[in-house]
């Protein structure tokens, strides 16, 4: 039997208590740091509608390259680090062999689009579909990378079907994909013609990039994985549109 990990586990949060005037004397001399002063340019560049990741160092440009399986997990928030503990765990079975399937963001037919916790792209699917002008947050130019259901479940039966288990597996599309080109196309495809609203500002703690390395999934399905351009046409164009309410 092989086992395909992907189930949730309980949040495990860590309380780290430390004295204020050490926190104080910290955070007094950590203010000197180039890091520090990197971090107070990078504010500056935030307040002035440059929303680009740069270098904490330096404070230059940097650029989007794809997460390959071997990149240091870095999780920002507790969902993505509840994620990674699992792995751990599974990592650490010897009763069966297991596969580790790292999902991007899940899109495809029959996604709920009015849930309470639905997806970024269900939500600007649903505002779309509606009539509804999204807005986004920065300048729209967040890149996100989208997998097709369809790649999903082929990566499932490609993995039991292999003699040996692969470990880990980066399961996306490995095609960028920004924030107002993906409502763009969402408008395409539902046959409206509502465009984004770039509204500026931030939300703490949400990433700029996410890109995917997807050479390993192409040489593992045999074919390049489907791009949202083309799932979105098979998910929300008709007659194979996802749920409505």
Excluded at 101 to 119: C, I, N, P
Aim: charged share 20%; glycine share 8%.
């Amino acid at each position: 039997m092989r086992i395909l990990s992907r189930t949730i586990a309980p949040l495990l949060l860590v309380a780290l208590v430390c004295s204020p005037l050490l926190a104080a004397e910290k955070s007094k001399n950590l203010e000197a740091t180039p890091q520090a002063k990197a971090y107070r340019a990078l504010e500056k560049t935030v307040a002035a509608g440059d929303y680009e990741v740069r270098c904490t160092t330096c404070g230059g440009e940097t650029r989007v390259v794809p997460i390959t399986t071997s990149a240091v997990p870095a999780p920002l928030e507790t969902y993505g680090a509840s994620k990674y503990m699992q792995e751990l765990c599974f990592r650490g079975f010897e009763h069966a062999p297991v596969h580790i399937m790292r999902f991007s963001s899940v899109y495809g037919t029959r996604l709920r689009l009015h849930d309470g916790e639905a997806t970024i792209i269900a939500k600007l699917a649903g505002w779309i579909g509606d009539g509804h002008t999204p807005t986004l947050f920065e300048d729209g130019q967040q890149i996100r990378d989208w997998v097709y259901v369809g790649d999903v479940v082929a990566t499932a039966l490609a993995l039991t079907a292999r003699p040996a288990p692969a470990r880990v597996v980066n399961v996306c599309s490995g095609v960028p994909t920004t924030l107002t080109e993906a409502c763009e196309i969402l408008a395409d495809c539902l046959g409206t013609d509502v465009r984004p609203e770039v509204v500026g500002g931030f939300r703490p703690g949400d990433m700029r990039h996410c890109l995917g390395d997807a050479a390993p999934l192409e040489a593992l399905l045999g074919r390049p994985p489907v791009p949202f351009a083309d799932g979105a046409r098979l998910t929300f164009g008709a007659p194979n549109a996802a749920t409505r309410p």
